[in-house]
């Protein structure tokens, strides 16, 4: 299994550009999530997915898109990129939400100028 | 959405017992409490999970009270290497959120 994998590792936008982060799992997950992780900080949760068809809003949604067609991939776009969205973007994906391990991508570094 | 409360940094030596607090006052009757652990650069790693009493593995240990109000990590004989942000997470029913993390420094 190659886990989870995300693409680009690394991106750099101009400011009002827009553009889609990959994500994808081969281990037949119905749970996936996006992640951002600003230098010296938290995780914050972007939004989230418990199956193919289902997504919800987590902490910090406004400026990002996400759907899920598909078990394995679920690909986050961001709409007009902004500077404060420079970020470390992270995927994860767990048979479950509750009471099964989370498995984490290797992140996506983004710089928006 | 409500987070789970640790401390923000931790000191300690080569060879030391350390135990990390996490309290978290509103769990619910179905959440879990999961540990991760997170080196710089790299997404978080699980190390443990428990739902009441004591779990252990071959890495950590979590004690987790009657009242489920707090949780303790305990890792034994720490060595340079586990320094990293631990995080402490209540895993709900619909979204896993993550608080700041505590910073362990292993000093030799």
């Known amino acids: 299994n190659a886990g989870v994998t995300q693409t680009p590792k690394f991106q750099v936008l101009k400011t009002g550009q827009s553009m889609t982060l990959q994500c994808a799992q081969d281990?037949?997950?119905?749970?996936m999530s996006w992640y951002r992780q600003d230098p010296g900080m938290g995780l914050r949760l972007i939004h989230y997915?418990?199956?193919?068809?289902?997504?919800d809003q987590g902490e910090v949604p406004n400026g990002y898109n996400v759907s899920r067609s598909t078990t394995e991939d679920f690909p986050l776009r961001l709409l007009s990129a902004a500077p404060s969205q420079t970020s470390v973007y992270f995927c994860a994906s767990s048979y479950r939400v509750v009471g099964y391990e989370q498995y984490f991508g290797p992140g996506t570094r983004l710089t928006v100028t | 959405l409500a987070k789970t409360t640790q401390p923000i940094s931790m000191d300690s030596y080569e060879g030391q017992e350390v135990n990390i607090t996490c309290s978290h006052n509103?769990?619910?009757?179905?959440?879990?409490i999961t540990w991760y652990q997170q080196f710089p650069s790299q997404g978080p790693r699980f190390i443990i999970q428990?739902?009441?009493t004591k779990v252990t593995n071959e890495v950590a240990s979590l004690f987790i009270p009657a009242d489920r109000k707090s949780s303790t990590l305990s890792l034994p004989r720490v060595s340079l290497s586990d320094t990293a942000v631990y995080y402490c997470l209540k895993t709900g029913r619909r979204a896993l959120t993550f608080g700041s993390g505590t910073r362990l420094q292993v000093q030799p």
């Open positions: 281990m037949n997950h119905e749970y």
């Open positions: 509103n769990i619910a009757t179905n959440d879990y």
């Open positions: 997915s418990v199956g193919a068809g289902i997504t």
């Open positions: 428990g739902y009441k």
